[in-house]
C-alpha cells in the first residue's frame, strides 16, 4: 500500500506538478500517524485525518447508547491530547501541514451535563489551533444530531471561533 501511494504521487507529480496532494493514514485516525510514511521529495503536501474519539462520547444516540458523561476519568482532555500527539508529532518531526477533515461529537452526549458536546468541541478545537492545524467542522446542514444550526450552544462555540479567521 504504501509503495502504491508513493507511485501515485510520482504520476501525479508528472502530469500536474502544482496540485495539492492530500494523504491520510489508515482510518483517516490521528493515532496512526505513527505508522506514516513521510515522503521527503514531494512538495505541495498536506496530511489530513478525521476525529471522533471516544465513540462511547461522539456517537452517543446514533450508534453507542446515551448517558456517558464528557469529561470523565477515562474520556476528558487529556486523554484527546493523547489521542492526537501522534498526528502533532508527525507535523512537528517533517514540518508538514495538518488538516483536520472531519471531526463532531453527537448532541446525545449529553450524560452527566448540558453542555458535553460543546465541551468535547471546546477541547478539541483549542488542541487544533494550539498546534496549528486547519480544521473543518462536520456536519454542517446535516442530521440534527451534529447540525448545529439546531444547536444555539454549539452554533455560538463554532461561530466564536470562525470569527478569529477576519
Known amino acids: 500500500m504504501e509503495q502504491d501511494s508513493k507511485e501515485i504521487a510520482k504520476q501525479v507529480r508528472e502530469i500536474d506538478p502544482d496540485t495539492k496532494l492530500i494523504l491520510t493514514p489508515i482510518g483517516s ?18 496530511y489530513t485525518t478525521h476525529f471522533y474519539r471516544p465513540g462511547e462520547i461522539t456517537f452517543q ?8 458523561a464528557y469529561p470523565n476519568p477515562n474520556h476528558n482532555k487529556k486523554k484527546i491530547r493523547e489521542w492526537l500527539q501522534p498526528a502533532r508529532d508527525f507535523k512537528q518531526e517533517h514540518k508538514v501541514k495538518i488538516f ?20 468535547w468541541l471546546k477541547h478539541c478545537i483549542d488542541m487544533f489551533e494550539e ?8 456536519d454542517w446542514k446535516g442530521p440534527e444530531i451534529w447540525d448545529p444550526e439546531y444547536h444555539d450552544n454549539v452554533k455560538t462555540l463554532l461561530q466564536g471561533y470562525f470569527a478569529r479567521n477576519k
Request: aromatic share 24%.
Open 29 to 46: 485516525d490521528p493515532y496512526n500517524f505513527r505508522y506514516m510514511k513521510y515522503y521527503k521529495n514531494l512538495d505541495n503536501v498536506w
Open 61 to 68: 444516540g446514533h450508534t453507542h447508547p446515551v448517558g456517558v
Open 100 to 119: 483536520l477533515g472531519e471531526f463532531n461529537c453527537s448532541v446525545y452526549s449529553q450524560g452527566g451535563g448540558k453542555y458535553n458536546q460543546r465541551k
Open 131 to 138: 498546534y496549528g492545524w486547519r480544521w473543518t467542522y462536520h
